[in-house]
């Protein structure tokens, strides 16, 4: 069995000035550079990637600089990220696809540790991938029970808001990722949530 590390870096500004107030840190870079070095070292044997999309593309793609093989497996006939993201996974030459499969069971070793996935494709065949670590990217759920009744969310369960912000029921703001929207960011939340308080204080002078 091979030995693995799962380590997720994520380098930001923030993470590298560690508990300075300005400049970087750089005991907390050395532990960077000491984190890459050993995963490295190691080498992950093969890294299985769960979902088609932008998430999984990209961070797919990066697995296979580190990886000797990285698996991709998409419960659709292709991958939906975006064509830059796409070709830039397609030119790594150690990654595979499994398209039209999903994972229907992690398996584990004698010692309960993980050591592949099943796959059932459309035709309800299995296969057991086999690897070192898997890496789920198959989506978010919005956190919107609370306003299920009142038919202002999607089958997705994502929040409909016209530009003001205004739910179909009067009163009713939403703002951020729970929203239908296309790109969820800080910076769209942000928005939505200056556009949404207007909005809001405005119905409220309406109202009195
Ligand atoms: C791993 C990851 C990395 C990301 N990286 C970036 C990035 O680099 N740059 C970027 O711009 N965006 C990034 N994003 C996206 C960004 O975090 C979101 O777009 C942004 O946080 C959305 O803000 P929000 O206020 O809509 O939702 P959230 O930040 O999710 O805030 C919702 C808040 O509502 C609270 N809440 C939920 N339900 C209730 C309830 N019933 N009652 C009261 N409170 C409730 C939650 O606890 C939470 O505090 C990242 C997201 C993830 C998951």
Redesign the pocket.
Do not use: F, I, K
């Given at each position: 069995m091979a030995q693995y590390k799962r380590v997720l870096l994520k380098l930001s500004g923030e993470s590298l000035m560690g508990d300075k107030q300005y400049g970087i840190d750089e005991n907390r870079l050395d532990d960077y550079a000491r984190q890459i070095k050993e995963v490295a070292d190691m080498g992950v044997q093969v890294g299985i990637v769960i979902g088609g999309g932008n998430s999984g593309v990209e961070e797919a793609a990066y697995l296979a600089t580190l990886g000797k093989k990285v698996v991709v497996i998409q419960d659709l006939p292709t991958l939906t990220a975006d064509q830059k993201a796409q070709d830039i996974l397609k030119s790594r030459p150690n990654v595979e696809f499994r398209f039209n499969s999903s994972v229907t069971k992690f398996l584990l070793d004698e010692n309960g540790k993980m050591k592949g996935v099943e796959i059932k494709n459309k035709d309800g065949k299995t296969e057991d991938i086999l690897g070192d670590g898997a890496f789920e990217y198959i989506g978010l759920i919005p956190?919107t029970d609370?306003v299920k009744d009142l038919g202002i969310a999607n089958k997705f369960g994502y929040i409909e808001a016209n530009d003001k912000m205004e739910t179909k029921v009067p009163g009713i703001f939403s703002?951020?990722?729970?929203n239908v929207k296309q790109i969820?960011?800080?910076?769209t939340?942000t928005a939505d949530g200056a556009i949404a308080v207007q909005n809001a204080l405005k119905y409220l002078d309406d109202l009195n």
């Open positions: 956190v609370m703002a951020g990722d729970v969820r960011q800080v910076v939340a």
